[in-house]
């Protein structure tokens, strides 16, 4: 399984970015998709998911109303759109596959395949 993550880059606070994640040899057919950031010095946090048909997201606290996850499956490929960005938000954003159909939001770290990562710097 191969997820290669894109889009990041510096940007002011208050801005946007658009992250990309394509994802590749995923066994079945089936797959729920979610984003992971680690910030320097910190552990890394699930921020979001998205289930297979792309009909129901996840967020958690800190990125809801701000986050939007989406997807297209003609193209594999997997979205982040951030806005009104923070300084908090500066990470190294990693795309996570799940196999099935909803993403163990429970689990979000687990039985999953992640991407190599996007720095993502939001400057104050």
């Known amino acids: 399984v191969q997820l290669q993550a894109s889009g990041g880059g510096l940007v002011q606070a208050g801005g946007s970015l658009r992250l990309s994640c394509v994802v590749s040899?995923?066994?079945?057919?089936?797959?729920?998709m979610g984003w992971i950031r680690r910030a320097p010095g910190k552990e890394h946090e699930f921020i979001a998911s998205?289930?297979?048909?792309?009909?129901?997201?996840y967020y958690v606290d800190s990125v809801k109303g701000r986050f939007t996850i989406s997807r297209d499956n003609a193209k594999n490929t997997v979205y982040l759109h951030m806005s009104n960005l923070k300084p908090e938000d500066t990470a190294v954003y990693y795309c996570?596959?799940?196999?099935?159909?909803?993403?163990?939001?429970?689990?979000?770290?687990?039985?999953?395949?992640w991407g190599q990562g996007t720095l993502v710097t939001v400057s104050s």
């Open positions: 998205i289930n297979w048909r792309g009909t129901s997201t």
């Open positions: 040899g995923v066994r079945g057919s089936d797959y729920a």
């Open positions: 996570a596959a799940m196999e099935g159909s909803v993403y163990d939001v429970e689990r979000p770290y687990e039985n999953n395949y």
